[in-house]
């Protein structure tokens, strides 16, 4: 008969004293009175409820006890740590969660079983979107955003057997543009130059951080001035920017799938500029309308007000979030030019920064905009088109529509 091991007794007995430290968390609320389940028990006693009515909502009320505070979320992420798993299953297969070896987190599509043949029609959309705003007589510039995992990166960071497509389709669909004359900026490129990869995003969330973000537009602004639009170097000095670090503060979207067990929590950086600003900052879609100071219009100071692993979102502090369109006038620079980003998430972080450099920032989300694409353009009337996108292994879907 084989006996365990010292490791594995070891492992047992931490899982064992996990479980049980689960369930009492579970039964707390119970005990306490706070249970949504024990309110309707007392209801369904008193007469106060049909026992119909009780078995009909008595599952919304277990989970809502048992999420209460993400107890199960955090057991599951604290025992496969323990279990040394780095490939964590999710409800949805296109989110599974995988450690990489520098210890961070990476979303695989587990249902992809190979790279996706959408990439030449998406880099044909950009040519053709390119090919329209000619006709406007409008300068298109496309932003390869930067990915987790590094060019070449990926047998080195990833588990056996996983495979991730990201930075061959950014490669490839640089080529096509590339070759059609499409002006490009590849960020990969700036960041490698700099500093270790993996420092430059979070641990638990796919994104970039701020400061990755911030170097990329001190980068930006040499290639800005190709197009006419000059910025006052005192905007990318880092001295003249307020940095202030809240610790062990930021969970992430895949930290939040796995919890704060499973390889800890992230620092956020949340920069302040020392210098005068004074923008307007509107999205008539959420009814946003906010003016002053950069830090009362297109921050959002209130999004780091409160740690909050599972609710809050830190990042969010950069622009608020991903909304469909929205306008920064930058007051103090109105003779400037206008400029329309269209961005997807990783376009938050590098949103203030980018405003600096313009009279008008327009953004648009397509992933949520609904309107005509060209319509909205000739509207506008913007000095630069700039389309800020971060090729990931699991995009599929059509980049655009021009209508």
Same mark, same amino acid.
């Not at 008193?46 to 209460?68: C, I, K, M, Q, S």
């Not at 400029?339 to 405003?355: D, G, N, Q, Y």
């Given at each position: 008969?084989? @006996?365990? *091991?010292?490791?594995?007794?070891?492992?047992?007995?931490?899982?064992?004293?996990?479980?049980?430290?689960?369930?009492?968390?579970?039964?707390?609320?119970?005990?306490?009175?706070?249970?949504?389940?024990?309110?309707?028990?007392?209801?369904?006693?008193?007469?106060?409820?049909?026992?119909?009515?009780?078995?009909?909502?008595?599952?919304?009320?277990?989970?809502?006890?048992?999420?209460?505070?993400?107890?199960?979320?955090?057991?599951?992420?604290?025992?496969?740590?323990?279990?040394?798993?780095?490939?964590?299953?999710?409800?949805?297969?296109?989110?599974?969660?995988?450690?990489?070896?520098?210890?961070?987190?990476?979303?695989?599509?587990?249902?992809?079983?190979?790279?996706?043949?959408?990439? #030449?029609?998406?880099?044909?959309?950009?040519?053709?979107?390119?090919?329209?705003?000619?006709?406007?007589?409008?300068?298109?510039?496309?932003?390869?955003?930067?990915?987790?995992?590094?060019?070449?990166?990926?047998?080195?960071?990833?588990?056996?057997?996983?495979?991730?497509?990201?930075?061959?389709?950014?490669?490839?669909?640089?080529?096509?543009?590339?070759?059609?004359?499409? &002006?490009?900026?590849?960020?990969?490129?700036?960041?490698?130059?700099?500093?270790?990869?993996? &420092?430059?995003?979070?641990?638990?969330?796919?994104?970039?951080?701020?400061?990755? #973000?911030?170097?990329?537009?001190?980068?930006?602004?040499?290639?800005?001035?190709?197009?006419?639009?000059?910025?006052?170097?005192?905007?990318?000095?880092?001295?003249?920017?307020?940095?202030?670090?809240?610790?062990?503060?930021?969970?992430?979207?895949?930290?939040?799938?796995?919890?704060?067990?499973?390889?800890?929590?992230?620092?956020?950086?949340?920069?302040?500029?020392?210098?005068? *600003?004074?923008?307007?900052?509107?999205?008539?879609?959420?009814?946003? @309308?906010?003016?002053?100071?950069?830090?009362?219009?297109?921050?959002?100071?209130?999004?780091?007000?409160?740690? &909050?692993?599972?609710?809050?979102?830190?990042?969010?502090?950069?622009?608020?979030?991903?909304?469909?369109?929205?306008?920064?006038?930058?007051?103090?620079?109105?003779?400037?030019?206008?400029?329309?980003?269209?961005?997807?998430?990783?376009?938050?972080?590098?949103?203030?920064?980018?405003? $600096?450099?313009?009279?008008?920032?327009?953004?648009?989300? $397509?992933?949520?905009?609904?309107?005509?694409?060209? &319509?909205?353009?000739?509207?506008?009337?913007?000095?630069?088109?700039?389309?800020?996108?971060? *090729?990931?292994?699991?995009?599929?879907?059509?980049?655009?529509?021009?209508?």
């Amino acid at each position: 008969m084989k @006996h365990a *091991t010292p490791r594995e007794t070891v492992t047992a007995v931490l899982f064992l004293l996990l479980l049980l430290g689960g369930c009492l968390y579970a039964l707390f609320p119970f005990l306490t009175g706070e249970s949504d389940l024990r309110a309707a028990l007392g209801q369904l006693r008193r007469g106060e409820t049909t026992v119909d009515a009780f078995l009909g909502e008595a599952e919304e009320d277990l989970n809502g006890d048992l999420d209460r505070s993400h107890s199960f979320i955090q057991l599951y992420g604290g025992v496969q740590r323990l279990l040394g798993r780095r490939v964590l299953g999710d409800v949805d297969p296109a989110n599974t969660v995988v450690r990489l070896s520098n210890d961070s987190l990476q979303f695989v599509d587990m249902t992809q079983t190979g790279p996706k043949d959408t990439v #030449a029609d998406n880099a044909q959309a950009a040519v053709a979107f390119r090919d329209a705003l000619a006709e406007e007589d409008i300068p298109f510039l496309y932003i390869m955003a930067p990915q987790k995992i590094g060019p070449g990166m990926e047998e080195t960071l990833l588990p056996e057997g996983i495979a991730d497509y990201g930075n061959g389709y950014a490669d490839d669909f640089l080529s096509i543009l590339r070759e059609a004359g499409v &002006d490009t900026v590849d960020l990969r490129d700036i960041l490698a130059a700099e500093g270790n990869w993996s &420092d430059w995003f979070f641990r638990t969330d796919h994104h970039w951080k701020p400061e990755a #973000a911030f170097y990329c537009y001190q980068a930006l602004t040499d290639t800005l001035e190709t197009y006419g639009i000059f910025t006052d170097p005192m905007y990318t000095d880092e001295a003249n920017w307020e940095k202030t670090i809240y610790e062990d503060y930021f969970l992430g979207s895949q930290g939040k799938r796995v919890g704060s067990l499973y390889v800890g929590v992230d620092d956020f950086t949340a920069f302040t500029p020392k210098f005068f *600003t004074d923008m307007c900052y509107d999205c008539d879609f959420y009814n946003i @309308h906010r003016s002053g100071a950069m830090e009362e219009s297109v921050l959002f100071p209130e999004r780091v007000a409160q740690m &909050d692993y599972f609710n809050g979102n830190p990042y969010t502090y950069y622009a608020g979030g991903d909304y469909p369109l929205a306008t920064v006038e930058n007051r103090q620079n109105p003779d400037g030019s206008s400029v329309l980003l269209l961005r997807e998430s990783f376009s938050c972080a590098i949103t203030p920064f980018l405003a $600096l450099s313009c009279a008008t920032l327009n953004t648009i989300d $397509l992933r949520y905009f609904t309107g005509d694409l060209m &319509d909205t353009i000739e509207e506008l009337q913007p000095d630069l088109v700039i389309m800020l996108y971060a *090729t990931t292994s699991s995009a599929n879907e059509t980049l655009f529509q021009l209508s």
